[in-house]
């Protein structure tokens, strides 16, 4: 298959720990935050989501911090397992934009048995 | 498989030749977006749909893109006269209509021009 990102910033972590990957964003407009998951060869995967109106949500292993102050988004996955190894990007849209996401760079997430 | 399908899922052709390339949305979703990646980079917003009425097409990279979406289900983006820049994955996603909505992503089109 297809290889993402050949050249990202890559964070390695042994299975079981708990993994963070990092976003900053520069619209202050943004009001609607994704992240994404991406297989090589694949389309993104959304993960989790949040809304300007919070800083904190979680999911099922997963958790998203929001700081609007410093504009910082950051994706934190609990026991972090082999099939989590993949690109994660996050995103951004303002509210009255239709939905128009703006992506971030992406982090390589290489997972260590 | 209820997600978003995409067809073909490459496309290898000579620069100038015309492509196009399909979407099949969520069938619930109304609203659909085409985006195009290039290698090591994150996906770049290209054009969207509410139904059948395409609300913004600015960010198209050139009058050679066009994108339909004529009974406001699956929708088709066209390139004319490809060129070697074109190379890229296309990809198309879908959400509901209401704002703040996460899309959901097809596995893409890749092109290849030789």
């Known amino acids: ?113 | 498989d209820t997600g978003v399908s995409q067809n073909p899922r490459h496309k290898i052709t000579k620069r100038g030749q015309n492509v196009t390339f399909r979407c099949d949305p969520i069938s619930e979703h109304n609203r659909l977006y085409w985006y195009r990646q290039t290698l090591g980079q994150g996906p770049e917003f290209l054009t969207y749909f509410q139904n059948e009425a395409q609300l913004e097409k600015s960010r198209l990279l050139s009058d050679r893109f066009s994108a339909e979406r004529p009974k406001g289900s699956f929708s088709t983006l066209e390139i004319q006269r490809t060129e070697q820049g074109d190379s890229a994955m296309y990809l198309c996603a879908s959400s509901l209509g209401n704002s703040n909505q996460p899309q959901h992503f097809g596995d893409g089109t890749r092109l290849s021009i030789l």
């Open chain 1, 1 to 113: 298959g297809e290889s993402v990102g050949l050249h990202l910033p890559t964070l390695s972590v042994q299975e079981g720990d708990n993994s963070i990957i990092n976003c900053a964003y520069s619209n202050s407009a943004s009001d609607y935050f994704i992240w994404y998951k991406q297989e090589s060869g694949k389309g993104p995967q959304f993960i989790i989501d949040i809304r300007s109106n919070m800083d904190k949500r979680q999911g099922q292993r997963v958790t998203v911090l929001l700081n609007k102050t410093v504009k910082h988004l950051s994706l934190q996955i609990a026991a972090t397992q082999p099939g989590d190894s993949a690109v994660y990007f996050c995103a951004e849209t303002p509210g009255n934009a239709g939905n128009m996401l703006t992506f971030g760079g992406g982090t390589r997430l290489m997972v260590k048995p």
